[in-house]
Nanobody, 116 residues
Framework: VQLVESGGGLVQAGGSLRLSCAAS????????MGWYRQAPGKRRELVAG????????NYAESVKGRFTISGDNGKNTMYLQMNSLKPEDTAVYYC??????????WGQGTQVTVSS
């Protein structure tokens, strides 16, 4: 399975963006998906995760109440709605999938820049 992110860009503080992660094939073999981010000089961190079917989701404390993760199995796509963005949200955002066959799969990343 391959993952392709889109939706990143430049936004002012307080603004919103929606990231998309499209899987190249059916998500039936995927156990869970998530969004990670990595800012310059920092380690990659989990932003939000969701189990296949959306039964469970979890968020980093820093984004709770502002970000929402969701999925559309019919479109093999996962989303991250980001509201009330802050400059500290600036990072490269990566889509991740835990696949029964392929293991841990990463997208190429999409840049999110929040200006103050």
């Amino acid at each position: 399975v391959q993952l392709v992110e889109s939706g990143g860009g430049l936004v002012q503080a307080g603004g919103s963006l929606r990231l998309s992660c499209a899987a190249s094939e059916s998500t039936s073999s995927i156990l869970a998906m998530g969004w990670y981010r990595q800012a310059p000089g920092k380690r990659r961190e989990l932003v939000a995760g969701i189990t296949t079917g959306g039964a469970r989701s979890n968020y980093a404390e820093s984004v709770k109440g502002r970000f929402t993760i969701s999925g559309d199995n019919g479109k093999n796509t996962m989303y991250l709605q980001m509201n009330s963005l802050k400059p500290e949200d600036t990072a490269v955002y990566y889509c991740n999938a835990v696949d029964i066959v392929a293991g841990n799969v990463w997208g190429q990343g999409t840049q999110v820049t929040v200006s103050s």
